[in-house]
């Protein structure tokens, strides 16, 4: 069967030709770049990518196809999906499936076979923009007046799209070689006190909650639409405000409901709720030029002087001069100096603008779960 001919079309003019895999469609989004060298199983399914085109600059993709063990949520959710090369035939005892196959059963549009490294440069240039992926429509007039009209996700509530219907309570804990996903008794009698804690799915990825089950609490997840009272109706020992897609100030019931939270219990918040939390405490948020994507992302600690790398997914960013005294920034990233981390130990909350759960990426950062873990049981200040 002869390939299948795609284009990319950028909303400034620009256009890409390759060749099509995974669904034969036609997709919209805001095309971002990731640096990752492994993980695109895990970037395939995260939920903060959903309304984005993604493009892998790491060259060769697939090769090692698509497992069940390594999703992040029941489903991909990016628009559309760009390689160099797409690996044919996966090579690796875990695959079940092959990423062409894996995209076409989900209908998510890839194009493979374009100079990845001119796309990453341009958008590093000139920002990430909005753009059109097409199998199907192969005019590339009329496909560059469709990406200069699409509209921006900027303002758009894309939480809604990805957050949970109901209340689940989570009890799957680490990955194990031989056993695979353990259960949360696996982890019980390591840590003493199981404080409960409720997490606010604005898009969740699920080694959060494993990590948080391996590090000896009880999670039980709830839709971001959970009002204040509903989230302490439920008597948590803590609130985990979790990552999810988009602008955070296109979610104003997710900054009233944390607002409603603040200083009546303790809050640990990462990525989009780092950004919530911030909004809550009065502070701006900000778009990123072409955010911050990958595995490789330099933060330093202030307090230690420390430095991790970390794992990244946003486009936005909490403005530091809108923040009042009370906030104390924490961490920062050493590439363009913006903030990674802030602490109120007057309102008893804490958050990170990077993953620490690292899936995918390095685990330098999993200590913060240990660090909540021993605030709710008062061996830890923040």
Known sequence: MPDRKSLLVL?????????????????????????????????????????????????????????????????PWIEGFIVREAWGPPSNWRHVESLDAYLRRYHVC????????????????GGSQMAILSATDLDTGRLAQKARELPSLVGRDLVKEVTSDHAVHWTTGDWDLEKGYLPAAAFRGKFGRVPRIVAIDYGIKQNILRMMVSHGFDVTVVPAGATGAEVLALSPDGVFLSNGPGDPEGVPYAVETVSALLGKIPMFGICLGHQIMGLALGGKTFKLKFGHHGCNQPVKDLATGKVEITSQN??????????????????????????????????????????????????DSRYLFTRFHRYLCGEEEL
Request: hydrophobic share 30%; charged share 20%.
């Open 110 to 125: 890839g194009i493979a076979g374009i100079d990845t490294r001119a796309l990453t440069r341009r958008l590093r240039d």
């Open 314 to 363: 946003h486009n936005y960013a909490v403005d530091p001069d809108s923040l009042g005294p009370i906030a104390r920034i924490t961490h920062v990233n050493l590439n363009d100096g913006t903030v990674e981390g802030l602490s109120v130990p007057s309102m008893r909350c804490f958050s990170v603008q990077y993953h620490p759960e690292s899936s995918p990426g390095p685990h």
């Open 11 to 75: 909303a400034d003019g620009t256009i890409f030709e390759g060749t099509a895999f995974g669904y034969l469609g036609e997709c919209t989004g805001e095309v971002v770049f990731n640096t990752g060298m492994t993980g695109y199983q895990e970037v395939l399914t995260d939920p903060s990518y959903k309304g984005q085109i993604v493009t892998m600059t790491y060259p060769e993709i697939g090769n090692t196809g698509i497992n069940p063990e390594d999703v992040e949520s029941n489903r």
